[in-house]
């Protein structure tokens, strides 16, 4: 699991650098699909990784309109100030927090229950959903994407023979 959150932190870095070399316009257009545009979706991921990490240690929710942070700057610095927090609840991650229970109040008075494993599990799927959005963009664009490859980023090393 923590191979997959730094794989996303890889990827998404990566689009941060793609983004450098669009023009703001394209960044902040507004597109089909998604929650708006290229920029704005980045925003977006890592509004929910954060949100969610926190909601699992009972802390409120990140409640910041993208309005706030609408240049690349501004997203980066976010994304860097969440992150250290993020990654110390990911790498103390432990398999007797898997099926804890997640108690979730819903609109409608209900409340959904949910593993903590399934829902961090999302947050990654999250990520990855968007990013096929964002290279569909890039392409619209005439910009190659960044690649998804999992493979190739070092994530994890062979043993040796």
Known sequence: MQTMFRYNWIVR???YEWC??????????HRTGGVGGILHTLFHIVDVEWS???????????QESFDSYHTLEKVRRLDKQFRPEVEAFIYAWNESLEKRPFYD???????AVDAWGE????V???????VGQLSVW??????KPVSANVI???LIQPDPE
Do not use: C, M
Not at 20 to 29: D, S, T
């Open 13 to 15: 870095e990566q689009w």
């Open 20 to 29: 450098e070399q669009v023009a703001y316009e394209e960044l902040i257009r």
């Open 52 to 62: 969610w990490i926190n909601r699992l240690q009972g802390k409120s929710d990140f």
């Open 105 to 111: 109040p819903q609109p409608d008075g209900t409340v």
């Open 119 to 122: 829902i961090i599990r999302h």
């Open 124 to 130: 990654i799927a999250h990520q990855i959903h968007h």
């Open 138 to 143: 890039a392409r619209e664009i005439d910009q």
């Open 152 to 154: 190739g980023k070092g």
